[in-house]
């Protein structure tokens, strides 16, 4: 059993903050720091892409439209990774989800959560 929840979306204005947050649980989780974890944003007719990332070691890496804006953080003690948002804006409007992917020689875990809207606007 392998569950990723995302929370924190809602509506916000131009320039607003928001803070998301995903909760892992499950059996695959019970070494939760050994994942990589991402937030990842699909916006409607748009692909999904990849809005921040971070290693098991703490390396962080942000697409360039939220670099300066949005922080990508872990606490892997509460299994938890949060996505800060500051100076939103409305191109910043998506679906927003949580990745956790781990590849050892034999096999790749990719999992992901429900996703959590975020809109942005006045």
């Known amino acids: 059993q392998v569950q990723l929840v995302e929370s924190g979306g809602g509506l916000v204005q131009p320039g607003g903050s928001l803070r998301l947050s995903c909760a892992a649980s499950g059996t695959f989780f019970s070494i939760f720091s050994i994942y990589a974890m991402g937030w990842y944003r699909q916006a409607p007719g748009q692909q999904r892409e990849l809005v921040a990332g971070?290693?098991?070691?703490?390396?962080?890496n942000y697409a360039d439209s939220v670099k300066g804006r949005f922080t990508i953080s872990r606490d892997n003690a509460e299994k938890r990774v949060y996505l800060q948002m500051n100076s939103l804006k409305p191109e910043d409007t998506a679906v927003y989800y949580c990745?956790?992917?781990?590849?050892?020689?034999?096999?790749?875990?990719?999992?992901w959560g429900q996703g959590t809207q975020v809109t942005v606007s006045s």
């Open positions: 990745n956790a992917y781990r590849a050892t020689s034999l096999t790749k875990y990719d999992y």
């Open positions: 971070i290693t098991t070691s703490g390396i962080t």
